[in-house]
């Protein structure tokens, strides 16, 4: 009931009643709400903190940007068939990986494949070596950091640090147009219920316990029968696609994907969602990461400088005084405040 | 594995020599699990030498010795969880060396284990925990899919009974006092069905009459099960044990009936008589 009416009020009204210059900032949020649910799949339940989810949000974005600049060849300042970065290269041909990404499904399917793939590639050989807790989040970190340096590159081919942008159409529409930004705005509100719902289903189904179950005792999940390595490895392969998606919706409302995306704060930044909306719970990530989205658009708007030590202040108080994050607080003020009012009278 | 019969405790007063010497066929029991020349070493020290056990289908075997002496290492080595330096474990044929094997390869084929702290799934309730532990295939796909059918429920709730739990089924399991933690832990390997269980001390925690429940119910399991039970509590090892192996000092020192290890001057030296 009350997840239905949020998902009615999100998905429907808000686009009918915000003015036109909001509507992309906040189905940006509504991307960053994916992301965190990503997160926290992988975070919360399964006790995985990952540095480098960024790296997958930012790989989906590129896979969208791929097809809006294939889908204007011959359109760009050069008039030629390849994407102006290139022509600007002296490039004669497009690279092999370029190929294919004209075709919109097939850009949306390689969108969420290739970081999957990336994703299972690097979580077997990392689950495999049984690399845990703070070594795992530093070789995440590092894999985010070291994708950031690949794409800087001009030569790796996707614009190095101007990344890709200047996008025109998608699906024939104009990304200029009201009309479209208030449709990306639907689509992402769309995902980010059915990846709630997803989610949902993951967490509450005998495999969402095992997964608990290896976060808190890895050993006596292995002891019960369970490859504990192929747990870690599906959540971990989901929250990443699921991150991507995140990304590739993202990109056509904000226009541009470029290196920064993918650079170590970023991933960083989304753990900080999570912890400030409460682990394990999805809407309190979802809630954290609109908070948190929400401070920093005020923020570097009203004091550009103070951003970053402002997150750093958030980190450091939600691990002190909120471990379980807002959602967290707000189950124990609730418990509280049940408890006084049962309280017979004295 | 429920045909077999329980060996009347009478049977059992037969010296048997520790040498891994063939027994001859005729007399040869069917055997449930072996350990051929176990070594096990930590950065040179070493925690088992040459050990070698066997064991019966259907009997209850206690595991003895001092502090130190290497009986969770034992076990850590048949259940996969340390890898030994030589030796072998076969369970039932020699096709399946456990030493070569994950831990829920070998967790499938047959083989439970209680810790010796009691490991249960803190954040999950008493009724997910033996759910979590139910027999069954455990691949990701299917798991994600799965429901209890409803002879599965019967199953739990037989179990929660059986191990005194039943009011506590929706409760966390961190919350659980130790000695219900050790329960669990047991009805968790109830629910998992092995064939051979291996139960790190199973009393640490429990109150008298809690301990004799243990005896009776390890002792109700023996049978249809191989059951090795590791405990420093003798009056307790006295009240179950059919024969009893000694480690002491990464070897074995001694195997044989209750009362011939008992007065075993070796054992009594560096064990019993403490
Ligand atoms: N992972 C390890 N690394 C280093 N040394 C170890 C390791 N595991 C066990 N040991 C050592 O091996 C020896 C045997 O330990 P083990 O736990 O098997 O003894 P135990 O017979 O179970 O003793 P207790 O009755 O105290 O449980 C001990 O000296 C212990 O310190
Ligand atoms: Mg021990």
Redesign the pocket.
């Known amino acids: 009931m009350l997840l239905g009416g949020a998902a009615l009020l999100i998905a429907v009204v808000i686009p009918l009643v915000a003015p036109d210059y909001l509507v992309p900032l906040l189905g940006k949020f509504l991307c960053f709400g994916i992301a965190a649910l990503a997160m926290d799949l992988v975070w919360g339940y399964a006790g995985i903190l990952s540095l480098g989810h960024g790296l997958f949000f930012a790989l989906g974005g590129y896979g969208m940007g791929m097809y809006l600049m294939r889908v204007i060849a011959g359109e760009g300042v050069y008039r030629s068939n390849l994407p102006d970065f290139m022509v600007f290269l002296d490039w004669k041909q497009l690279p092999w990986y370029w190929h294919g990404f004209q075709s919109f499904p097939f850009a949306m399917v390689m969108s969420l494949v290739a970081p999957g793939v990336l994703a299972l590639v690097f979580g077997w050989f990392m689950f495999r070596s049984r690399i845990r807790g703070v070594y795992l989040s530093i070789v995440t970190q590092a894999l985010t950091y070291a994708a950031t340096l690949f794409f800087f590159q001009n030569a790796a081919g996707f614009g190095g640090n101007n990344g890709l942008t200047d996008f025109k159409r998608i699906l024939g529409a104009s990304l200029h147009d009201p009309g479209t930004r208030k449709l990306l705005y639907v689509a992402s509100a769309i995902a980010l219920f059915g990846t709630y719902l997803l989610c949902r289903f993951v967490v509450t189904s005998r495999l969402g316990r095992v997964v608990t179950a290896v976060r808190d005792a890895e050993l006596k999940t292995r002891f019960c029968g369970y490859e504990s390595t192929n747990y870690k490895l599906f959540i971990w392969t989901l929250s990443a696609m699921l991150c991507a998606l995140a990304g590739a919706l993202y990109v056509p409302q904000v226009g541009i994907i470029n290196p920064s995306e993918m650079q170590p704060s970023n991933s960083i930044e989304m753990a900080i969602w999570v912890a400030v909306g409460g682990r394990g719970t999805l809407g309190g990530a979802v809630l954290g990461a609109w908070l948190v989205n929400g401070g920093k658009s005020w923020l570097t708007a009203a004091l550009p400088s103070a951003w970053l030590y402002a997150l750093g202040a958030l980190f450091v108080a939600v691990t002190l005084f909120l471990p379980d994050g807002l959602v967290g607080l707000g189950s124990k003020v609730g418990s509280k405040f049940r408890s006084k009012s049962l309280r017979p009278p004295t | 594995m429920s045909a077999i019969p329980v060996t009347p405790l009478e049977d059992d007063d037969r010296p048997t020599p520790i040498s891994s010497a063939p027994i001859p066929a005729a007399a040869r029991p069917e055997l449930a699990l072996w350990v051929e020349n176990l070594s096990?070493t930590?950065?040179g020290?070493k925690?088992?030498t040459e050990v070698t056990l066997t064991l019966e289908k259907g009997e209850l075997r206690c595991l003895i010795?001092?502090?130190?002496?290497?009986?969770?290492?034992?076990?850590?080595c048949i259940t996969g969880k340390?890898r030994p330096d030589s030796g072998a474990v076969y369970l039932e044929s020699r096709m399946n060396d456990l030493t070569k094997l994950s831990e829920c390869r070998i967790a499938e084929l047959g083989i439970g284990r209680k810790f010796?702290r009691p490991t249960v799934f803190q954040g999950h309730t008493v009724y997910e925990n033996c759910e979590l532990a139910l027999a069954g295939k455990k691949g990701v796909f299917r798991t994600l899919f799965a429901r209890l059918s409803a002879a599965e429920r019967t199953r739990i709730d037989e179990i929660l009974e059986l191990i005194g739990l039943q009011d506590h089924a929706k409760r966390q399991a961190g919350l659980l006092a130790h000695g219900q933690k050790q329960w669990l832990e047991i009805g968790m390997l109830l629910a998992q069905a092995p064939s051979v269980l291996l139960i790190?001390?199973p009393i640490a925690g429990m109150t008298h009459a809690e301990t004799e429940r243990t005896a009776e119910l390890l002792r109700s399991l023996a049978g249809a099960h191989t059951v090795v039970v590791?405990e420093?509590d003798m009056e307790f090892v006295r009240s179950i044990a059919r024969r009893v192996t000694v480690?002491h000092q990464?070897k074995v020192l001694a195997e044989g009936p209750m009362a011939q290890i008992q007065k075993d001057p070796r054992v009594v030296e560096v064990y019993l008589g403490v």
């Open positions: 096990v930590f950065d020290f925690a088992l010795g001092p502090n130190g002496a290497g009986k969770t290492t034992l076990m850590d340390t010796q790190d001390e590791v420093h480690l990464g």
